[in-house]
């Protein structure tokens, strides 16, 4: 599997803000963010709860689009696509790839039919098959179980798999460590890790779980719709 993307800098974030609300109740998740991720780049995020880390990734994903500011994933400008749902959800499935909480399979598909509907969706060949990609996360021996018959580790191996079907440019992670054990928890960032370097793949990953930091390359944090240098507390 060779991902052939030419570009640096992946993911560009220029000033980008968003308001949520109305009235009293109106509020930033995103303010004034500025942002850049590199092919190879595994940059994770932190921050509390409501401090704006779903949006960020929802907006870098192309599922909402910003007030103001510039979003481009791999030189495109997200914002010129905002008129055209179609043009949207076809860039989006073709040079972006998801992996959310607990895989988020579908209950009635195997794993190796759940990254062929992804290949269909994409428009890819009808001569796929999934198995390099369920080799290259150790989940081809499972290819046939469906996802109530894996654990959660399991589950998430084969959503990685799927994210990287349409080979993408850019991943977008969200708490992919929320349902593991420790074990289970380092095993799954230290996968995503090394997708990102062997296939040039920008990741960026959402997640409230400090002991698996030490896989990404760059950590940032986000309070209050801001991001800025996470900074490890001290004992």
């Known amino acids: 599997m060779s991902f052939a993307h030419?570009?640096?800098?992946?993911?560009?974030f220029e000033n980008v803000t968003l308001e949520l609300g109305d009235g009293d109740s109106r509020v930033r998740p995103l303010d004034s963010v500025s942002l850049e991720i590199?092919?190879?780049?595994?940059?994770?995020?932190?921050?509390p709860s409501g401090a704006g880390k779903s949006t960020l990734l929802?907006?870098?994903?192309?599922l909402?689009?910003?007030?103001?500011?510039?979003?481009?994933?791999?030189?495109?400008?997200?914002?010129?696509?905002?008129?055209?749902?179609?043009?949207?959800?076809?860039?989006r499935l073709r040079n972006i790839g998801f992996v959310f909480q607990s895989g988020n399979l579908i209950p009635a598909l195997n794993s190796a039919?759940?990254?062929r509907l992804m290949n269909r969706l994409a428009g890819g060949s009808s001569s796929f098959d999934p198995m390099p990609f369920l080799e290259a996360v150790d989940m081809a021996h499972k290819a046939k179980n469906l996802p109530r018959q894996?654990?959660?580790?399991?589950?998430?191996?084969?959503?990685?798999?799927?994210a990287l079907v349409t080979r993408?440019?850019?991943l977008l992670v969200d708490e992919p460590t929320a349902a593991l054990d420790r074990a289970r928890s380092q095993q799954v960032v230290a996968l995503l890790a090394e997708q990102s370097k062997t296939h040039g793949v920008a990741v960026m990953m959402v997640t409230h779980d400090h002991?698996?930091?030490?896989?990404?390359?760059?950590?940032?944090?986000?309070?209050?719709?801001?991001?800025?240098?996470?900074?490890?507390?001290?004992?």
């Open 6 to 12: 030419n570009l640096e800098t992946i993911l560009r």
């Open 38 to 47: 590199a092919r190879s780049e595994f940059v994770g995020v932190v921050g």
């Open 58 to 62: 929802a907006v870098a994903g192309a």
């Open 64 to 91: 909402q689009s910003p007030d103001s500011g510039s979003v481009r994933v791999l030189d495109q400008e997200l914002t010129e696509m905002a008129g055209s749902q179609g043009k949207m959800a076809k860039f």
């Open 113 to 115: 039919d759940q990254l």
């Open 150 to 162: 894996l654990s959660g580790g399991e589950r998430q191996r084969v959503g990685i798999a799927r």
């Open 168 to 170: 993408p440019g850019l």
């Open 211 to 235: 002991e698996v930091l030490g896989h990404c390359d760059r950590v940032l944090e986000m309070v209050d719709g801001r991001l800025g240098t996470f900074q490890p507390a001290t004992t």
